[in-house]
């Protein structure tokens, strides 16, 4: 059994959430102790990104949470290297078309961008631009109800037609959030488009990362903590949370003993979280009660590694396929790996021997990415579960706020009511939140 002290604070779950709360409260001074049931602090795969956590990955200019704690875990010298890229869709006739950028200040360089761009038909492009110009001038409003409302739905209303919400609306809504436009709320499809494409020029730029999610955050942050003495307990699962007087008065362990803090940071799934409450905050908690109505759904991450060169890397979103988004990069000068997504469950349970690597080929050789000569040299697949947060209509209600109902309990994840969708950038800023709170908390209340 271990004692309570004074700014001291257990997190359970060394996902990006909780990993960001406890870099931000050891630079504040906290005595920090991470559990984690998994071997390795950030997870084999994480699903509050979206990507494997030993692969590169994407950054949106518009996740500044996300930018902040990278640029404080790297010295400037020392900033991963990252290669900026457009965003391309796939049409109907397999070509490729660009979304063009301009150097225009906001919001004129969103108008001129949407109106060049060749992915939507004219008219409809016209009257899109049209409606951004009514909504900026304060002429129009967006409806109250669109949360009510499927995204599908509410695209069809302003007259976007069925082939755009398939090429392009669809793609990227898959591409953002995981979801598709005929299960996600119009609020939630307006809400994950808005800070990249309605905001400056700056927020719109995608950069691939070079490095991995592993070597960028996870080990800078592992070994900023070590520095400092924080305690990590790996393989280590937590039970129960035990309570006195409506406040958490210790964590237990699978082993049998007690961690004790002032506060304790939930850095995990909703579903591993209710299961440690008492059942007495399940039945009292409406906040606690909500968390059983949220989602998700697993993903499976295709790496497919060939040898030929690499000129670029490349972002391009895909319609009527499985997989929402193809993922070009270079490990080396003369290899190029392609990244798939999908949550389709046929491709995370196929078989070594199975025509996974045919589909894959072909979708590839028919995007002109995988050159005719060359051949698939292996295919490595990794599911995550819960990856996809269901963002149907209604889920915004059932997302909960970092500050639950008990004083000294702060819930992050990605999943957690931060304004994004369950992303990096989501789970980032659901630290930083539980982490201000212990903050505000601690230098209002004097120690015990």
């Not at 359970?12 to 602090?41: C, E, K």
């Not at 084999?44 to 930018?67: R, V």
């Not at 362990?253 to 007690?258: A, F, P, Q």
Request: glycine share 4%; net charge negative.
């Amino acid at each position: 059994m271990t004692s309570a002290t004074a700014h001291s604070v257990v997190i359970l779950g060394g996902g990006p959430a909780g990993l960001t709360a406890a870099y931000r409260l050891t630079r504040h001074g906290f005595q920090v102790t991470i559990i984690d049931r998994r071997p390795l602090l950030g997870g084999a795969g994480t699903s509050e990104s979206l990507c494997d956590a030993s692969e590169p990955f994407t950054i949106l200019g518009c996740h500044h949470a996300t930018q902040v704690l990278l640029h404080s875990l790297h010295s400037d010298p020392q900033q991963p290297a990252r290669a900026e890229i457009p965003l391309e869709f796939r049409l109907h006739d397999n070509s490729l078309v660009h979304y063009p950028r301009t150097c225009f200040p906001a919001p004129l360089h969103t108008w001129v961008n949407l109106l060049r761009f060749a992915g939507i038909p004219w008219k409809e492009r016209w009257r899109l631009a049209a409606l951004l110009e009514q909504l900026w001038e304060g002429d129009e409003r967006l409806p109250a109800d669109l949360e009510q409302r499927t995204a599908d739905e509410w695209l069809a209303s302003i007259k976007q037609s069925t082939q755009t919400r398939s090429v392009v609306w669809n793609p990227l809504a898959r591409w953002l959030t995981g979801n598709d436009l005929s299960t996600m709320s119009a609020d939630a499809f307006v809400t994950s488009m808005r800070p990249l494409f309605l905001s400056t020029r700056s927020d719109y730029r995608i950069s691939v990362v070079q490095d991995s999610f592993q070597t960028c955050f996870v080990q800078p942050i592992t070994e900023a903590l070590t520095q400092v003495g924080s305690t990590i307990l790996l393989n280590t699962e937590a039970t129960q949370l035990r309570y006195e007087r409506d406040r958490i008065s210790g964590v237990l362990l699978r082993d049998g003993s007690l961690l004790q803090a002032e506060w304790y940071v939930a850095a995990l799934p909703p579903q591993q979280l209710t299961t440690l409450l008492p059942e007495r905050w399940l039945t009292r908690y409406a906040y606690f009660q909500q968390l059983a109505e949220l989602l998700s759904a697993d993903s499976t991450i295709l790496h497919v590694d060939t040898e030929q060169p690499c000129a670029t890397p490349r972002l391009v979103l895909l319609n009527d396929t499985s997989f929402p988004w193809v993922l070009t990069t270079a490990p080396t000068p003369d290899r190029t790996q392609f990244s798939l997504i999908t949550t389709d469950s046929q491709f995370a349970q196929a078989q070594p021997d199975s025509s996974l690597d045919l589909v894959i080929t072909d979708l590839l050789r028919s995007l002109g990415l995988l050159l005719p000569e060359s051949r698939i040299a292996s295919t490595r697949r990794r599911t995550i579960p819960g990856a996809i947060l269901s963002l149907r209509p209604g889920t915004k209600l059932h997302r909960p706020i970092q500050r639950s109902p008990i004083a000294n309990l702060l819930v992050a994840g990605a999943w957690t009511d931060t304004g994004w969708p369950a992303n990096l950038e989501s789970a980032i800023v659901s630290g930083n939140h539980c982490a201000e709170a212990i903050e505000h908390d601690a230098s209002t209340k004097p120690d015990r």
